[in-house]
């Protein structure tokens, strides 16, 4: 009885051992893993997790010199989700989104000290809508709409009193196009021009002496 149970509990320990094995290696050929790149003195430089065929898909990070310097996300070998940029100080300097590796959605750049600097409007890796900038005390710049990469429609710029300074509109570029107007610190208008087709601007109305001085 002894030796029948002793054979018995060997059979089950081997049974155990071989379904132990079996599931190692179905876990090990399924899940992802960790990839870690270093230079040649032993420092880290990238770490990123791979599929079984050994494609990006999951989280993507780079460093120098032991800081984190971005990180990123991967689906299938193609960049997508959230990617941010970072400082030497580690705070926050770039703020992207991808969309099966194109640039989608708000594009953002933060001043050194952490404060909102940039917001790009994209669309499928183009700009579309609306550029702002941001002075360092959080107040609004300027304002500027864009069509496919341009600059094209009305635009606005801030003392950073928050006043008006210069109000009016692009086209095809950075050309300045129809009644262009300029407003002094306290945002009193001062000027106003008209540019032609070519980006030449005259002034035909000053502050001054109130008056049409257009050639």
């Given at each position: 009885m002894l030796s029948s149970f002793g054979n018995n509990k060997n059979e089950i320990m081997r049974?155990?051992?071989?379904?132990?094995?079996?599931?190692?290696?179905?876990?090990s050929?399924?899940?992802?893993?960790?990839?870690?790149?270093?230079?040649?003195?032993?420092?880290?430089?990238?770490k990123y997790q791979v599929d079984k065929e050994g494609t990006k898909n999951g989280i993507y990070e780079s460093y120098d010199g032991g800081k984190l310097v971005s990180k990123a996300n991967y689906q299938d070998g193609i960049q997508s989700g959230k990617?941010?940029?970072?400082?030497?100080?580690?705070?926050?300097?770039?703020?992207?989104?991808?969309a099966k590796g194109q640039l989608e959605g708000d594009y953002k750049v933060y001043y050194e000290s952490?404060?909102?600097k940039l917001v790009v409007g994209y669309s499928n890796n183009t700009i579309q809508g609306q550029v702002k900038k941001y002075y360092i005390s959080g107040q609004l710049m300027e304002?500027?709409?864009?069509?496919?990469n341009e600059e094209n429609g009305p635009f606005v710029e801030y003392w950073?009193?928050?006043?008006?300074?210069?109000e009016g509109a692009y086209k095809n570029g950075d050309n300045e196009f129809g009644e262009l107007k300029k407003y002094n610190e306290e945002g009193i208008l001062i000027r106003k021009l008209m540019c032609d087709s070519l980006a030449v601007?005259?002034?035909?109305?000053?502050?001054?002496?109130?008056?049409?001085?257009?050639?």
């Open positions: 049974i155990q051992e071989i379904i132990f094995l079996v599931t190692l290696f179905a876990v050929c399924s899940s992802e893993r960790f990839v870690e790149v270093k230079d040649d003195n032993g420092n880290l430089l990238e990617r941010v940029i970072y400082y030497e100080n580690g705070n926050l300097e770039i703020e992207e989104n991808y952490g404060e909102l304002d500027v709409a864009f069509i496919d950073e009193n928050g006043n008006l300074k210069w601007c005259r002034t035909f109305w000053t502050l001054e002496d109130g008056s049409s001085n257009e050639e």
